[in-house]
């Protein structure tokens, strides 16, 4: 069983910065995709970024809206991953809850679609005033 536990949400001006970690413990075998899913208050969650931990290249894909100001990344260590989001020029629309989390690839490839995820950390909030 993966638990996954996110930190470093807040509430931010526009254009501000925040730094988002999801720290992780379990097996690791279930943790190849991970990726931050955030929910406005809008019912549908958006894959805002994912990444694929187990390839050398660490792989990652964003959603457009974010391109260029967010940035994924991951430090391994022995039998754990901590996964960051790094955000950048914060806007307004990217208020909502911000959840880490886990899956498997799919025919070899992560993707921003959350049903590829089975495992989900309980959120941080980050908030943007204008």
């Known amino acids: 069983q993966v638990q996954l536990v996110e930190s470093g949400g807040g509430s931010v001006e526009a254009g501000g910065s925040l730094r988002l970690s999801c720290s992780t413990s379990g097996y690791t075998y279930g943790m190849k995709c991970m990726g931050w899913f955030r929910q406005p208050p809008s019912p549908q969650r958006e894959g805002v970024a994912i990444?694929?931990?187990?390839?050398?290249?660490?792989?990652?894909?964003?959603a457009d809206s974010v391109k260029g100001r967010f940035t994924i990344s991951q430090d391994n260590a022995e039998n754990t991953v901590t996964v960051y989001l790094e955000m950048n020029d914060l806007k307004p629309e990217d208020t909502g809850k911000y959840y880490c989390?886990?899956?498997?690839?799919?025919?070899?490839?992560?993707?921003?679609?959350?049903?590829?995820?089975?495992?989900w950390g309980m959120g941080t909030q980050v908030t943007v005033s204008s």
């Open positions: 990444i694929n931990t187990l390839t050398g290249s660490g792989e990652t894909a964003y």
């Open positions: 989390a886990a899956g498997l690839p799919r025919g070899g490839t992560c993707y921003r679609d959350q049903e590829q995820y089975g495992s």
